[in-house]
């Protein structure tokens, strides 16, 4: 495993990382140093570690979005079930993803 220098907000870290993700790492470290000098940069948070997790929990909301916006775009299922033709999406996988994520009471699992 390698070990790389890094700085996130003025502040050097060093950082674990496997062989070939040096990559990957040092595009993680480059989204959180910029969402945490904008956090800054905005004024109101100043506490580091406030910061930390105003951005984590930014960059996790992201994240989470990123399988929907990667469902709404498939190609028409096999059944040609309720594809909108408009645009290629297949509202019925849509709505089983979003059934599915909510669980049969609405609530989030």
């Known amino acids: 495993m390698k070990q ?5 907000m003025g502040q050097s870290y060093i950082l674990g990382c496997p062989d070939g993700g040096e990559r990957a790492l040092l595009e993680a470290v ?3 140093d910029q969402e945490m000098c904008a956090i800054r940069d905005a004024g109101k948070v100043r506490a580091r570690e406030r910061i930390a997790v105003l ?3 930014n960059l996790a909301y992201q994240l989470a ?3 929907l916006v990667a469902a ?3 190609a028409q299922s096999a059944k040609g079930a309720a594809a909108d ?3 290629g999406v297949d509202v019925g996988a849509l709505i089983a993803r979003i059934d ?3 669980g049969r009471d609405g609530q989030l699992l």
Do not use: D, S
């Not at 790389?4 to 996130?8: A, C, D, P, R």
């Open 4 to 8: 790389l220098e890094v700085t996130i």
């Open 30 to 32: 480059g989204n959180v």
């Open 55 to 57: 951005a984590a929990l």
């Open 65 to 67: 979005e990123r399988p």
């Open 72 to 74: 709404a775009v498939p």
């Open 85 to 87: 033709p408009a645009n």
């Open 100 to 102: 599915e994520t909510l």
